[in-house]
């Protein structure tokens, strides 16, 4: 089993849409976790960072975090044609080694 | 917010020649950075870690001789890649977070995108 679980897609919805992006991990000590959205030929950029569980709002975009689960999500509102990239999520331990997921390719449709 | 530069965007070089890759952190002190590798539509894949003042520390499977990292002050490293060869093509991806504001996320390079013909 790898230690980070995520759908790699690609995921086409229209735009306006409610996305819904996930991530499933092995590692019951990752306690910091993030998203990071990723345009085709560029670096990573962050987009969330959520420490332990809970849930964090910015704008269009909500991350959640169920440690007892393993389980974290990204979602995305009204969701816009520059939406479209891939997601990574990304977490770890100690804030030092981080350990990504596949991506996710996201298609936001005019 | 804090901003990595990374230099070149693109390369292309002959098998056998050496290609170095910059780093920098432009508006923040960066003690530890990040070297990643990422083939087509798979994720990143860390190769080393850089230290300023000190070696790097190498994933395991990289080889410290062929992909040499040198973190000469807190705000530049650099990777060379040598005797490069055309399955050293790839996206190469360096990181660093800023010294002081620890408890946010690493910030990423544009990348450079390598190719060895």
């Known amino acids: 089993q790898k230690e980070v679980e995520q759908d790699p897609g690609p995921l086409s919805v229209p735009e306006g849409a409610i996305v819904s992006l996930n991530c499933t991990y092995s590692n019951s000590a990752f306690q910091y976790f993030m998203w990071y959205r990723q345009y085709s030929r560029k670096g990573p950029e962050l987009l969330m960072y959520t420490y332990s569980s809970g849930n964090k709002e910015d704008g269009r975009f909500t991350a959640q975090v169920d440690k007892s689960s393993k389980y974290i999500s990204l979602f995305i509102r009204d969701s816009q044609p520059s939406d479209s990239a891939t997601y990574l999520c990304?977490?770890?331990?100690?804030?030092?080694?981080?350990?990504f997921g596949p991506g996710t390719r996201l298609s936001v449709l005019p | 917010g804090a901003v990595v530069s990374q230099h070149p965007s693109r390369v292309i070089c002959k098998s056998g020649t050496s290609v170095k890759i910059e780093c920098r952190s432009l508006d923040f002190q960066a003690t530890t950075m990040f070297w990643y590798r990422q083939f087509p539509k798979q994720s990143l894949m860390l190769m080393a870690t850089s230290n300023e003042g000190s070696k790097a520390t190498y994933e395991q499977g990289v080889e410290k001789d062929k992909f040499l990292i040198n973190h000469a002050s807190l705000t530049l490293s650099t990777l060379t890649v040598t005797s490069a060869h055309p399955e050293d093509s790839s996206f190469y991806i360096c990181s660093a977070r800023e010294r002081v504001l620890a408890n946010y996320g690493y910030t990423f390079g544009s990348g450079t995108r390598l190719t060895v013909v």
């Open positions: 990304a977490m770890s331990a100690n804030y030092k080694n981080f350990v």
